[in-house]
């Protein structure tokens, strides 16, 4: 991994990182993080995204499967699926950085029948491999564009087009590439979880989602739960817990407000599923990450 990309993304995240580690670009799905000393856990429902790691370790885990990767590593997640991540290599003097692109679906379609290359349909919704070269220098050349913003809303879209070229024709092509499939099941099926995403305080009914993603209620089911490795109502509830987790760390809500926010009813049964799913009850959650310095 070359030190310039590294370099680059050191001085933008030291400049913009936020105290939680995290540097928002101008440039829409484009995040730079930086963190100096090891994490804790931090449970989420990525977006499909690629992380490029150019210094210090993390480790992400997916049902069963744990990828533990570091500098000169790119972690690929292809769909909506829960992960749970740590941080397990960082120092004030070495901090881990790592480099975030959302993927983009229209463009991946639009190169992938320009490219004429085929989808792997059965690729697993997380890898982890070296980066490839042409990756690297491409994402050199977006980081770049982060100090001259006079040419950023002509160059931007130009450089990130090429930066998932360079991703579809890499070691991750075959799994990014069937993203880009028009009427593929990770694209229906992405249709209503972006329903979910937005609207999952409200309760929703399946039969309302397998419409929107043009299927019968039954194969939606089975095709939601192969893509996502979630039934809808569990993705629905992991949404809703990461929600209230964020709103208790960040805004100090209460358990009984944060509960009703996200679409409980009952304080005791969200109470019993946060403490399944993190480990602690809300209250001992809340204090644990405080003294940890989270949030």
């Known amino acids: 991994m070359s030190d310039t990309l590294l370099d680059a993304v050191s001085r933008y995240a030291t400049a913009h990182a936020d105290p939680n580690g995290y540097a928002h670009t101008p440039i829409d799905g484009l995040t730079i993080i930086r963190a100096t000393e090891p994490s804790g856990l ?36 292809s769909a909506d699926v829960p992960t749970v991540s740590q941080i397990i290599s960082a120092t004030p003097e070495t901090p881990y950085y790592s480099l975030v692109l959302e993927l983009e679906t ?31 220098q491409a994402a050199l050349r977006l980081v770049g564009l982060l100090d001259r913003p006079e040419s950023l809303p002509v160059m931007h879209p130009l450089l990130v087009r090429e930066l998932h070229y360079w991703l579809l024709n890499g070691r991750l092509g075959t799994a990014i590439r069937r993203l880009g499939w028009p009427e593929g099941h990770a694209q229906r099926i992405a249709r209503s979880v972006d329903v979910l995403r937005n609207e999952f305080a409200r309760p929703l009914r399946v039969e309302q989602l397998a419409a929107i993603a043009g299927m019968s209620a039954s194969s939606f089911h089975r095709h939601f739960r192969a893509v996502t490795s979630l039934s809808p109502l569990q993705f629905q509830k992991q949404l809703r817990l990461i929600e209230a987790r964020r709103l208790l760390w960040s805004e100090g809500a209460s358990a009984s407000s944060a509960a009703f926010s996200v679409g409980y009813e009952s304080v005791p049964q969200f109470t019993r599923e946060y403490g399944r799913m993190f480990g602690r009850p809300p209250a001992r959650d809340t204090e644990a990450a405080r003294s940890e310095g989270c949030g």
């Open 106 to 136: 229209a463009v991946i379609a639009e190169l992938s029948v320009q490219m004429k290359t085929e989808a792997d349909n059965q690729a697993e919704p997380v890898r982890v491999e070296p980066t490839d070269s042409d990756v690297e």
């Open 42 to 77: 931090v449970h989420a429902i990525s977006r499909p995204m690629v992380c490029l790691v150019l210094q210090g370790r993390k480790q992400v885990t997916m049902g069963a499967r744990t990828f533990t990767f570091g500098a000169g590593d790119s972690l690929l997640i």
